[in-house]
């Protein structure tokens, strides 16, 4: 999840780590003096190595490691200073051994920020870690890959695109990676081998890129009466907050009897929106989620405005995709109002990412805390179990979860 609030302690962790990837990237003792080593002609560049007084590191093994690529390696015009800079970093950064921890050079950085404005060329997907392995969170509604029957917890263990000369196994590559590949310029093609639980054979499937542009927030009507708004939140985005203000105000100016929150396959996004929503439901200063670091400290994170839907029953649907923030708004819903949850087990993703924008454009993304449940659950890896488990089974026509949640109205 990439909840973009400042972590004052988790910053100066940050920091910290910054002055390392500054050795990495070299110049940040440029101009002072010390040992400076030509790299080749070919590359034209001398950086630092000079290791900052403060850190207690051997670089050598580092710079042993450069001078041999730079000396002879045979094809000097594929080595460029700032990609085996960037390289160098990823694997720092990697060896946290965390999936959502990552280092984003511009390009990737681009793709993430694109991603969360809400319009980019692409397939329609989120995709996220599990088992160790990386997997479909959910297609977005109307997307390519929704079209091509891409389902929440297919397994993604091939990209292939001709046009690129590309064609990879997914092991070992972060998210961030994954989502570069996968992404591409609209009418152009991508190849995704799948593996589903319960399906014998991979499943391969070739899909068309296109301009994906959804709408966060959507209302619909159901019940006997057209009186039940079903609210569907696809993600927490820069725009969720302003199309969710113009949906409450259709509510409030109907004869609504109930709303229906449908967080299926809404992969998560913005921690913040996620508090914006729920603080329409609770009273105001009601915690909705709970920020633990690595130290144990915990800071509450409570409703901030005057809850304007607290007055009606109120039912979610979830699901494997629904992940992140989307588990964050049903956590409290359910902790603070016993507002029930419909459908199948949520995802589990209980961690807090941190997005820092960097020099030239690159950036990095950091777990910086685990969140928990008003109650103080912790559901990473483990998801939030409905009230009333019901799954939606061969895709068929007739929305079984929805049908529940109505009927609960009644």
Same mark, same amino acid.
Request: glycine share 12%; aromatic share 8%.
């Given at each position: *999840?990439?909840?973009?609030?400042?972590?004052?302690?988790?910053?100066?962790?940050?920091?910290?780590?910054?002055?390392?990837?500054?050795?990495?990237? !070299?110049?940040?003792?440029?101009?002072?003096?010390?040992?400076?080593?030509?790299?080749?002609?070919?590359?034209?560049?001398?950086?630092?190595?000079?290791?900052?007084?403060?850190?207690?590191?051997?670089?050598?093994?580092?710079?042993?490691?450069?001078?041999?690529?730079?000396?002879?390696?045979?094809?000097?015009?594929?080595?460029?200073?700032?990609? *085996?800079?960037? !390289?160098?970093?990823?694997?720092?950064?990697?060896?946290?051994?965390?999936?959502?921890?990552?280092?984003?050079?511009?390009?990737?950085?681009?793709?993430?920020?694109?991603?969360?404005?809400? &319009?980019?060329?692409?397939?329609?997907?989120? +995709? !996220?870690?599990?088992?160790?392995?990386?997997?479909?969170?959910?297609?977005?509604?109307?997307?390519?890959?929704?079209?091509?029957? +891409?389902?929440? !917890?297919?397994?993604?263990?091939?990209?292939?695109?001709? %046009?690129?000369?590309?064609?990879?196994?997914? &092991?070992?590559?972060?998210? &961030?990676?994954?989502?570069?590949?996968?992404?591409?310029? %609209?009418?152009?093609?991508?190849?995704?081998?799948?593996?589903?639980?319960?399906?014998?054979?991979?499943?391969?499937?070739?899909?068309?890129?296109?301009? $994906?542009?959804?709408?966060?927030?959507?209302?619909?009507?159901?019940?006997? =009466?057209? #009186?039940?708004?079903?609210?569907?939140?696809?993600?927490?985005?820069?725009?969720?907050?302003?199309?969710?203000?113009?949906?409450?105000?259709? $509510?409030?100016?109907?004869?609504?009897?109930? $709303?229906?929150?449908?967080?299926?396959?809404?992969?998560?996004?913005? *921690? @913040?929106?996620?508090?914006?929503?729920?603080?329409?439901?609770?009273?105001?200063?009601?915690?909705?989620?709970?920020?633990?670091?690595?130290?144990?400290?915990?800071?509450?994170?409570?409703?901030?405005?005057?809850?304007?839907?607290?007055?009606?029953?109120?039912?979610?649907? +979830?699901? /494997? =995709?629904?992940?992140?923030?989307?588990? $964050?708004?049903?956590?409290a819903l359910r902790d603070n109002k016993e507002?029930?949850?419909?459908?199948?087990? &949520?995802?589990?993703?209980?961690?807090? @990412?941190?997005?820092?924008?960097?020099?030239?454009?690159?950036?990095?993304?950091?777990?910086?805390?685990?969140?928990l449940t008003p109650k103080g659950t912790w559901?990473?890896?483990?998801?939030?179990?409905?009230? +009333?488990?019901?799954? #939606?089974?061969? /895709?068929?026509?007739?929305?079984?979860?929805?049908?529940?949640?109505?009927?609960?109205? @009644?």
């Amino acid at each position: *999840m990439s909840g973009r609030i400042n972590f004052l302690k988790a910053r100066k962790i940050i920091l910290s780590a910054l002055i390392l990837i500054g050795v990495f990237a !070299g110049g940040y003792y440029l101009g002072v003096e010390g040992y400076k080593a030509e790299i080749t002609k070919a590359l034209e560049v001398t950086f630092s190595r000079q290791v900052p007084a403060d850190k207690n590191v051997d670089m050598g093994l580092f710079w042993e490691t450069w001078d041999i690529m730079t000396q002879k390696y045979y094809d000097k015009s594929k080595l460029v200073p700032s990609q *085996m800079v960037y !390289g160098a970093i990823q694997g720092m950064v990697a060896s946290a051994g965390d999936p959502y921890t990552t280092f984003l050079p511009p390009v990737q950085n681009k793709i993430v920020n694109d991603n969360l404005s809400g &319009s980019f060329s692409g397939v329609g997907i989120e +995709i !996220g870690y599990k088992d160790g392995r990386l997997v479909v969170i959910a297609p977005l509604p109307g997307t390519p890959a929704e079209r091509s029957g +891409i389902k929440p !917890g297919d397994y993604i263990v091939r990209i292939a695109d001709k %046009a690129k000369n590309l064609s990879i196994d997914s &092991s070992g590559i972060s998210t &961030s990676e994954a989502v570069t590949y996968i992404r591409g310029t %609209a009418g152009t093609k991508v190849t995704l081998t799948l593996v589903r639980e319960g399906v014998k054979d991979p499943i391969v499937v070739e899909i068309s890129r296109e301009k $994906i542009d959804v709408p966060s927030v959507t209302l619909t009507w159901a019940g006997d =009466g057209n #009186n039940i708004a079903v609210v569907k939140v696809s993600e927490f985005g820069a725009e969720t907050k302003s199309e969710w203000n113009k949906v409450v105000s259709e $509510i409030l100016g109907g004869d609504t009897k109930g $709303i229906i929150i449908d967080l299926r396959n809404n992969p998560g996004g913005y *921690m @913040q929106a996620a508090i914006d929503l729920a603080s329409d439901f609770l009273p105001m200063g009601t915690t909705v989620v709970i920020q633990q670091s690595g130290n144990g400290s915990k800071q509450e994170y409570k409703s901030g405005s005057l809850p304007r839907l607290e007055k009606y029953k109120a039912v979610v649907l +979830i699901n /494997g =995709g629904s992940a992140s923030a989307s588990e $964050i708004l049903s956590g409290a819903l359910r902790d603070n109002k016993e507002i029930k949850l419909v459908g199948d087990k &949520s995802f589990g993703k209980g961690t807090i @990412q941190e997005p820092i924008d960097m020099a030239g454009g690159s950036g990095i993304h950091v777990t910086t805390a685990k969140w928990l449940t008003p109650k103080g659950t912790w559901i990473h890896e483990k998801g939030l179990t409905p009230d +009333i488990e019901i799954s #939606n089974l061969n /895709g068929g026509a007739e929305d079984v979860q929805l049908n529940a949640a109505i009927k609960l109205f @009644q």
